[in-house]
């Protein structure tokens, strides 16, 4: 089994900033892509920020400038650091990993539990 276990989420100002790290834990051979969704109640879940295992970047445009993904592959831990947060990011924040298990197993989508973000204005 895999487990995906999210930390740092919170309450800040506008304009503050938070660190989001997610480790991943269990029967892992790789890690492919991580990634960060946020997702208000009632509407889909949205990529935020992802990163491949070269550390390729990809970020949604509303957080570009802003947000910064990051990951530590000996860790199985990817990190989401969020400046100049505004009422809008306010959200839950999912983290995301597609694992292989084994040398000849597919690659398995994994989520975390999710970490609440709330930025007042």
């Known amino acids: 089994q895999v487990r995906l276990v999210e930390s740092g989420g919170g309450l800040v100002q506008a304009g503050g900033s938070l660190r989001l790290s997610c480790a991943a834990s269990?029967?892992?051979?790789?890690?492919?892509?991580m990634g960060w969704y946020r997702q208000v109640p009632g509407k889909q879940r949205e990529l935020v920020a992802a990163?491949?295992?070269?550390?390729?970047?990809n970020y949604a445009d509303s957080v570009k400038g802003r947000f910064t993904i990051s990951r530590d592959n000996a860790k199985n831990t990817v990190y989401l650091q969020m400046n100049s947060l505004k009422p809008e990011d306010t959200d839950v924040y999912y983290c995301?990993?597609?694992?292989?298990?084994?040398?000849?197993?597919?690659?398995?989508?994994?989520w975390g539990q999710g970490t609440q973000v709330t930025v007042s204005s």
């Open positions: 990163i491949t295992s070269g550390g390729s970047t």
């Open positions: 269990g029967s892992i051979f790789r890690i492919n892509d």
């Open positions: 995301n990993a597609m694992v292989q298990r084994t040398f000849t197993a597919d690659p398995w989508n994994y």
